[in-house]
């Protein structure tokens, strides 16, 4: 299986390195200076237990062709569009993995490709990339789900799932992956709205007289939004995502946070915002997930 990946930042660079020290075969698309710099030493990659570098195949948007068995999409949501456009010279054929946040990217490339061609998938890793040029990964988490959406995607999907069980991290194939999409933005449109609106990571938060009552809130109001839309969310992921959300011993915060702070362009709209439009069109009352998006948005129109 050829796979592209496009671009190689904390999702994209670190999945595609695991898998390519697995020995799959995987192109990076690359904007001209990424691409000149791994081309050079290598891309990268530093985990809290090691520090690895791999040579992998990399290419620019001019000199695609449409070879490729399943392009893999791992940009910043805002970054979305320019994404689509740079594989202009590849979409014409193979499947597409994207693995942002939020949903609307999933609707608008069914739309442009059909959904035949399109795969679901979750990446769960907080990563960045350090002044260097190398993916740091900063937690021991390093996940990725993935599905098939339609009968005439899964086999192509189960070949993916099987290239990821050589590598290592953590993987899972989810037979119900709109659920999973679903179960892991509820949670992080709950840890991103409570952590860039107090700006600070969890533990701090709970250990606050009303915290944990606040985190809680803006989680019980995403898991009506999901509800709402026809994906409830089960116990046992409710459970998961509250140990992490209302834990006074925690250190976790969102990678928003980290951009809000850096003074960076953030995903607000397309993690809250998008949640929000979804309650807001069923009537489900969400104060708490509205003031968190009002917030961001002040923030970022003030750093515009």
């Given at each position: 299986m050829k796979i592209l990946i496009v671009g190689a930042g904390g999702v994209g660079g670190y999945f595609g390195a695991r898998l390519v020290q697995s020995g799959a075969d995987i192109t990076f698309l690359?904007?001209?200076?990424?691409?000149?710099?791994?081309?050079?030493?290598?891309?990268?990659?530093?985990?809290?237990?090691?520090t690895f570098t791999v040579k992998p195949k990399v290419i620019t948007k001019d000199k695609l062709k449409p070879e490729y068995d399943l392009i893999v999409l791992a940009p910043k949501s805002f970054d979305f569009e320019d994404a689509i456009h740079s594989i202009a010279g590849a979409s014409s054929k193979g499947v597409f993995l994207p693995l942002l946040n939020g949903l609307?990217?999933?609707?608008?490339?069914d739309a442009k490709f059909g959904?035949?061609?399109?795969?679901?998938?979750?990446?769960?890793?907080?990563?960045?990339?350090?002044a260097s040029g190398a993916v740091?990964?900063?937690?021991?988490?390093?996940?990725?789900?993935v599905g098939h959406r339609s009968p005439g995607n899964e086999a192509i999907a189960r070949n993916f799932f099987s290239l990821c069980e050589k590598a290592t991290f953590d993987c899972?194939?989810?037979?119900?992956?709109?659920?999973?999409?679903?179960?892991?933005?509820?949670?992080?449109?709950?840890?991103?709205?409570?952590?860039?609106?107090c700006r600070d990571h969890i533990g701090k938060i709970c250990a606050t007289k009303w915290g944990i009552e606040c985190a809680t809130?803006?989680?019980?109001e995403s898991c009506a939004i999901a509800k709402a839309n026809g994906f409830s969310i089960s116990e046992s992921a409710q459970?998961?995502?509250?140990?992490?959300?209302?834990?006074?011993?925690?250190s976790h915060a969102a990678?928003?946070?980290r951009d809000l702070a850096q003074g960076n362009k953030t995903e607000h709209d397309h993690v809250l915002g998008q949640l929000i439009e979804r309650g807001v069109k069923h009537g489900v009352p969400c104060s708490l997930l509205k003031i968190a998006h009002t917030h961001l948005a002040v923030e970022q129109g003030n750093r515009d």
């Open positions: 690359l904007r001209e200076a990424r691409y000149s710099k791994i081309q050079k030493d290598g891309l990268v990659v530093k985990t809290p237990d090691e609307d990217h999933i609707h608008q490339l959904i035949d061609r399109v795969l679901g998938g979750v990446a769960q890793i907080s990563a960045t990339i350090s740091k990964q900063l937690t021991n988490l390093h996940a990725m789900t899972l194939y989810s037979e119900n992956i709109e659920q999973s999409l679903w179960d892991k933005w509820v949670f992080l449109a709950s840890l991103a709205g409570i952590t860039t609106l809130g803006m989680f019980n459970k998961r995502s509250l140990e992490m959300l209302a834990n006074v011993h925690s990678s928003m946070l």
